[in-house]
């Protein structure tokens, strides 16, 4: 395969490189081996299949296959299951004037009419032994139309093979598929496309240098057709500056973490006339070989130069630098497709990569914490903001002077609200240090509970909180107990409420344990009045609930709650 004669100039005049050196035998098709073994093997044993799908990327021979394939199956000298490529019926093909070959574009005659007339003329006589069939770009065909071509792709006259040629297998029904013989077809290796370009340099008697190949090659991205393309676009403008943006430019930026730089380079290649979603689709291409350098180096389709200058930005970047540059432009490229201003997001992207902080994800996040953590390594760590002395509540205040927190809210004094008739007025907080959760004890939690943070509650809550009582306090657990499992239930109303105003004193979060002690009935007599509830304070011992005033009411339920809430300074009459 490597030594073969290139096809010669077609007799129409056509210059275009993949269309005069386009493969004409088995032994001629390059980078699909698998392929050939398949077909030239079916071919000299006698065991054509009546269908076959050939799928893979554009530009990787597999129309050029079916052709070859009709031609070794009509060829009046066939060599080893190859056709000769000189016979009439070889040269027919070729030329494509041959009646044992038809090629439908499915994309443009996707109707069923259409297939019912190809499908009806497969019954007909050719010249040839073999009347193939070949069908390109089939995903696209209708419903119907696949429909149509279904029954005599099953039970096709014994002369005819059919050819169905994808880029997008998946698309075609799977009644189709499970009816013919898969051939896939890859993407051609960096190496196999450089000797092509070299041969067909030879063959066609152009002058081309080994930098001018090698950007031939990494334009066609593993495509035949796309690289013989590009070849031609080369030699035509002799310049190889023109097809491909510089990145140098960027990639510095980034490396050098200098957001200013990167949107001038960005600017410079928009000057240049290069459009945001064609820069961001070539500047990924770049990163990825940066990428694939550094993980698996033999996979890479960079050669030369610049897989020498790729390797270099790669060692710079680091892999998960690299890794966070492919997703973000990635992301990227797709904002582009629905955004107004396409520049701004691909700005965007690159000042969120030089500067981390303006990036919320987990990349980001793992990026500015390695920069710490080496930054720690060379004696460069940051000295971390003062943690302010707090003193416990009641102990002498220190001569040194305290530190403030940056973030300490100024001291709140409540605002007697307006009387009601059922409710007294809370007390005014005076301004009290906050003491750290791990210096506390039962006692001071117990005080500033509830006179102070009940009375940063709603109404609703403090008719339910002034009924407790402060059990234990377990490291961060703080247990409470209620008079009853109807009150416990509603304490999920006021969760929210209550942790921010413990939050906001303790500075710390309290984790609350509800427990109900029907006992707590028993610590105020139940008068049959509701004026009697509010006679004469409870008296405080070690165990009992903490009433801070006179005036306050003790709730015991749900439905004292309710009625209290509705019907203030109301007295049940029995």
């Keep these: 395969m490597a030594d073969a004669t290139p096809t010669p100039t077609s007799i129409d005049g056509v210059t275009s490189l993949y269309r005069r050196f386009r493969p004409g035998r088995f032994c001629e098709l390059r980078g699909q081996d698998h392929v050939v073994r398949a077909l030239q093997g079916a071919v000299k044993n006698d065991r054509v299949s009546h269908a076959y799908l ?4 554009r530009g990787t021979g597999k129309t050029t296959a079916a052709r070859i394939l009709a031609k070794a199956l009509n060829c009046e000298h066939p060599q080893d299951g190859d056709a000769c490529n000189e016979c009439a019926s070889c040269v027919a093909i070729t030329r494509g004037s041959s009646l044992d070959v038809i090629e439908l574009d499915a994309a443009s005659n996707n109707g069923v009419d259409d297939i019912r007339e190809i499908t009806a003329g497969a019954w007909h006589g050719t010249p040839g032994q073999w009347k193939v069939y070949i069908f390109d770009e089939v995903h696209q065909l209708s419903k119907a139309a696949s429909a149509a071509l279904l029954k005599t792709l099953e039970e096709p006259p014994q002369h005819v093979v059919f050819v169905l040629a994808t880029t997008d297998p998946h698309k075609v029904l799977p009644t189709i598929r499970s009816r013919t013989q898969h051939l896939e077809f890859r993407l051609i290796g960096g190496d196999t496309l450089s000797s092509l370009l070299h041969d067909v340099q030879g063959a066609a008697g152009l002058h081309a240098d080994e930098a001018t190949i090698d950007a031939a ?24 500056t023109e097809t491909q943006p510089e990145f140098d430019g960027l990639f510095q930026s980034l490396v050098s973490e200098d957001a200013v730089q990167a949107l001038k380079s960005l600017a410079l290649l928009r000057q240049d006339g290069w459009d945001p979603e064609q820069l961001a689709e070539n500047f990924a291409s770049e990163v990825r070989q940066v990428f694939l350098l550094q993980v698996a180096p033999e996979v890479a389709d960079a050669a030369d130069a610049d897989r020498a200058r790729l390797t270099q930005w790669g060692s710079q970047l680091g892999l998960a630098r690299t890794v966070r540059i492919l997703e973000t432009i990635g992301r990227s490229m797709r904002e582009m497709k629905s955004a107004p201003e396409k520049i701004v997001i691909l700005e965007v992207a690159l000042v969120r990569l030089i500067k981390p902080e303006l990036d919320s994800t987990i990349d980001a996040l793992n990026e500015r914490l390695t920069k710490i953590e080496r930054a720690g390594v060379r004696g460069q760590s940051v000295a971390p903001e003062p943690v302010p002395v707090l003193r416990p509540i009641g102990s002498a205040p220190s001569q040194e002077p305290a530190v403030v927190e940056k973030d300490a809210a100024a001291p709140v004094v409540d605002v007697a609200p307006k009387p009601e008739p059922a409710v007294a007025a809370p007390v005014p907080l005076v301004p009290m240090e906050p003491v750290p959760v ?8 117990r005080e500033r509970f509830f006179s102070r943070v009940v009375p940063r509650t709603s109404r609703s809550a403090q008719l339910l909180l002034k009924a407790a009582q402060v059990r234990a306090l377990d490291g961060q657990r703080l247990t409470i107990a209620l008079a009853s499992e109807e009150m416990r239930q509603n304490t999920e109303m006021i969760a929210q409420g209550l942790k921010g105003a413990m939050d906001h004193e303790f500075k710390s979060t309290l984790l609350i344990e509800w427990t109900v002690d029907p006992a707590l009935l028993t610590l105020t007599p139940a008068p049959t009045q509701r004026s009697a509830r509010r006679a004469a304070p409870v008296e405080s011992t070690g165990d009992e609930e903490y009433s801070p005033d006179e005036s306050s009411i003790v709730v015991r339920s749900a439905a004292d709650h309710l009625i209290t809430e509705m019907f203030p300074g109301a007295e049940e009459i029995s």
């Design 438 to 445: 791990g210096q506390l004890d039962l006692e001071d939690v």
């Design 217 to 240: 090659v990494r334009l066609g991205r593993g495509s035949a057709r796309d690289a013989l393309s590009a070849l031609d676009q080369l030699i035509a403008t002799g310049s190889i």
């Design 54 to 57: 050939f799928s893979g990327p």
